[in-house]
């Protein structure tokens, strides 16, 4: 299923609702580290409920770990910067989907690296900045889900 990366996430409810979001489909949440909480936070816990268990959490120091353990597979980045549209892309049940912090989104830096696959985006009104990190992480997992027509459900 697919691979979810927070990159340097920073609030602990939006981690805890990516577990239950883990949980509830199948999918692998990776975090790569400095994490802006630890994992023993009551606000994770609280927001992950009783899905700890039943979700595949994997941590990394860092994202040439991160990508060791997650490559070969496609990667899309999804940034505000976006080339493509996230209902434009025909996802594989193995490709990896990169969200960057919820202050500054992924850097530059990070988008420029050769294992990104695609820059995608959600579309948004003019006015907007951006989403909350999770509701865009569930927003895409389902999109990629819905295509391979929900495994698993």
């Known amino acids: 299923m697919f ?9 602990p409810p939006n981690t805890g609702n990516a ?25 994770l816990r609280r927001a992950g409920l009783d ?14 770990a991160a990508w060791e353990a997650l490559l070969p597979s496609a990667v899309y980045a999804f940034t505000a ?6 209902t434009d892309v ?16 992924l850097p530059e830096e990070v988008l420029a690296d050769p294992a990104i ?14 989403l909350n990190l999770t509701n865009t992480a569930s927003i895409a997992v389902y999109e990629a889900w819905r295509q ?4 698993g459900a």
């Open 81 to 86: 910067r976006g080339t493509r549209r996230y």
């Open 90 to 105: 025909r996802y594989t049940d193995s490709d990896v989907l990169l969200f960057g912090p919820e202050s500054t989104g």
């Open 3 to 11: 691979r979810v990366v927070f990159y340097h996430p920073e609030i």
């Open 19 to 43: 577990i239950r979001l883990s949980a509830n489909t199948g999918c692998e949440l990776h975090l790569i580290e400095p994490l802006g909480f630890s994992l023993e936070d009551k606000q």
């Open 117 to 130: 696959t695609e820059r995608v985006s959600l579309p948004m009104l003019p006015t907007s900045r951006s």
């Open 148 to 151: 391979l027509d929900f495994p």
């Open 51 to 64: 899905y700890h268990d039943l979700a595949h959490v994997h941590v990394h120091p860092n994202l040439e």
